[in-house]
């Protein structure tokens, strides 16, 4: 059953004492008899009292701390050489700790989630009172869990500092979860975890040569597959290489299937005679912006031949009907 106090099992509230910027539990210990640390000989002979002071979880944006009045006991093992030892809450709080260990609990969650300046920004919303080097303490500090089984193992390199040290990550693919880290990305290293742990059955990682001798020496028998990363960043760096050198091809094929180059190739293949009903359909406007670049070039080779196109080839004629047709438009409309 969930009460206010961290164990109920092994304390007693006294009473609660209610503060401008904090609340104040006072709670005894309440087992007749308890462990020597020394010798594990239960003991039951009261040497004194003494009171601890720990913070605990905050209810909503108030602060509380535990006055904790515990007891000093004597050891009756006459073969023990700790005469008096302090009563252990290994439930509530750690030896010399200043919180309880729900609250350490809660701060390690926030480091592993959120890291040092991070977490520290996001425990002084939760009024937590923890620093960024706090949080880091609390992930050191933290038992590192040990490799189960690893079947597909994930491995990529990653960075202590960028440019001068970089470090191999290691993951289990399966549970989606790091394993471990090792100091460098050399294959040697990588070679020795993988003869430790004979189990892995697939390997996907980066095209680098260390990681792929690595694995081919400590796990001979494990199918290596590239991951589907460096496959889309290796696919996507080929197709900028092909458009980047294929890029004038590209430009062509595109105008070739451009509306304005459509409209050319259809007024060159139209006869004379079609040329003025087509521009009497379309109107003069649109037939003058169709034959533009038709007279842009007739003007550009005639300029570097003779000086003037002929006069019956179809940009002539398309340049003709359409400004005859601008002035008999003009003269209907005045």
Excluded at 46 to 74: A, C, M, N
Excluded at 189 to 216: C, M, N
Excluded at 237 to 266: C, F, G, K, W, Y
Excluded at 290 to 311: E, L, M, N
């Amino acid at each position: 059953m969930k009460t206010l106090l961290p164990n109920p099992a092994v304390l007693s509230l006294e009473k609660i004492v209610p503060h401008t910027d904090a609340i104040i539990m006072v709670v005894t210990t309440s087992r007749p008899q308890v462990l020597c640390p020394e010798c594990q000989q239960l003991s039951s002979r009261v040497h004194s009292r003494y009171q601890r002071s720990v913070i605990d979880l905050p209810w909503g944006e108030i602060t509380v701390r535990l006055e904790l009045q515990t007891r000093k006991f004597f050891c009756d093992n006459d073969e023990c050489r700790q005469r008096i030892f302090c009563e252990r809450l290994p439930e509530v709080v750690v030896p010399y700790g200043r919180q309880t260990i729900r609250f350490n609990k809660l701060l390690t969650a926030v480091g592993f989630a959120l890291g040092g300046r991070a977490g520290e920004r996001l425990a002084s919303d939760l009024y937590l009172p923890s620093g960024a080097r706090t949080l880091l303490r609390r992930i050191y500090d933290e038992p590192v869990s040990k490799a189960e089984e690893v079947r597909i193992l994930g491995v990529d390199d990653f960075t202590f500092r960028k440019g001068q040290r970089y470090g191999t990550i290691l993951v289990d693919l399966e549970q989606r979860r790091v394993i471990d880290l090792l100091p460098d990305r050399e294959g040697p290293t990588h070679e020795g975890w993988l003869k430790s742990h004979p189990e892995v059955e697939f390997i996907t990682r980066d095209q680098a040569l260390a990681y792929a001798d690595g694995a081919t020496k400590g796990a001979p028998h494990a199918v290596q597959v590239a991951d589907r990363f460096h496959l889309l960043k290796n696919l996507v760096e080929a197709i900028e290489n092909l458009v980047r050198h294929r890029s004038s091809v590209l430009r062509d094929a595109a105008l070739e299937v451009s509306p304005r180059r459509q409209t050319e190739m259809m007024l060159f293949a139209y006869p004379e005679s079609r040329i003025a009903g087509l521009a009497s359909f379309l109107g003069p406007k649109i037939m003058r912006l169709a034959a533009a670049p038709c007279r842009h070039r007739i003007q550009k080779s005639s300029a570097a031949s003779t000086g003037a196109g002929p006069a019956g080839s179809a940009e002539s004629r398309i340049g003709a009907h359409t400004f005859a047709t601008e002035n008999a438009s003009r003269s209907v409309c005045v």
